[in-house]
């Protein structure tokens, strides 16, 4: 019986997780001395937050199910960074309306998704790519693709130094928003409805689920999320362009699922998610240590994706 329970605990997508961190932690050493060092996981962390900031809101619109994703997030971000720099150009003063202006526009553009999907009836898929399209094209029209505005200080210390225990801000942002999530999704009306409408969409509504509502909240969230991880973005590298937040779009969508989330929905959590964005973080920084360019990078975390939902997709034809 003790066998039996302690195989189905290693067989937990959390549990697999952590393993496979732990594994590539010492593969990481072998091949690259000091990759495993206390300065370098922080750093790693760091990197992590930004990731899964972006892959909270892009958790919330998968359980949504429906086959729900959003491949605006990264256009989000970039966009966010963006405002953020100009509304700041490198002032304290400038925090709080440029977190205000991202977050509103971050809002703004998922409530549009939100719409679309809900009252348009437009496949997330095809009306979250479409808004990528829309918000690339703007972020052309604001600025050319030339760098613009700074990052203030204060933001920068907040992503990168010591704030509380050795851990930066953006690490315990991160927690806090991970309490959060958990709270949101296991302990509140909101989250149980969530889980209610990924499952069975039919049936939650004929039980009273605002299926629509919820719905277009969820998409607003995810828009407030990659806004959130754009103005951090900002502070990690000091200054914004145009794409800078691309780079976000499939590894936000691969942690989740790395995390035991199926992308059918309806099933799982944030907790798995942080720790598939750390373990994203740490396979990224190994095929980098290796020399594998960007492109490279894409393949390996592309091929990722589809064996999971091979993996996913078996386990859900077992199941019926």
Known sequence: MNATLLMEFARKP????????????????????????????????????????????????????????????????????????????????????????????????????????????????????????????????????????????????????????????????WIVIGVVMAWLLGRTVFGHRIYAIGSNEQAAFMAGVPVKLVRIALFVLSGVFAAIAGICLLGYSGSSFANVGEQYMLPSIIAVVFGGTPLSGGKGGYTGTMAGAVLLVILQSILTTVNIDESGRQMVFGATLLVLMLFYGRGRAMRA
């Open 14 to 173: 959390l549990v697999i997780a952590l393993l496979l961190i732990v594994a590539l932690l010492v593969l990481g050493e072998a091949l690259s001395p000091g990759f495993a060092s206390a300065q370098q996981i922080l750093r790693l962390l760091i990197v992590a937050a930004l990731l899964g900031i972006v892959a909270a809101g892009q958790n919330l619109v998968i359980l949504g199910g429906r086959e729900g994703i959003d491949l605006s997030v990264g256009g989000v971000v970039s966009l966010s960074a963006i405002i953020a720099g100009n509304l700041m150009n490198g002032m304290d003063s400038g925090i709080p309306l440029a977190v205000l202006g991202c977050v509103a526009a971050g809002a703004l553009f998922g409530l549009f998704n939100g719409l679309g999907v809900t009252l348009l009836r437009i496949p997330p898929l095809v009306m979250t790519l479409g808004m990528l399209g829309v918000l690339q094209g703007l972020l052309v029209v604001i600025r050319q693709g030339i760098p613009s505005g700074r990052a203030a200080p204060a933001l920068s210390n907040f992503v990168s130094q010591p704030f509380l225990f050795g851990l930066p801000g953006i690490i315990w942002l």
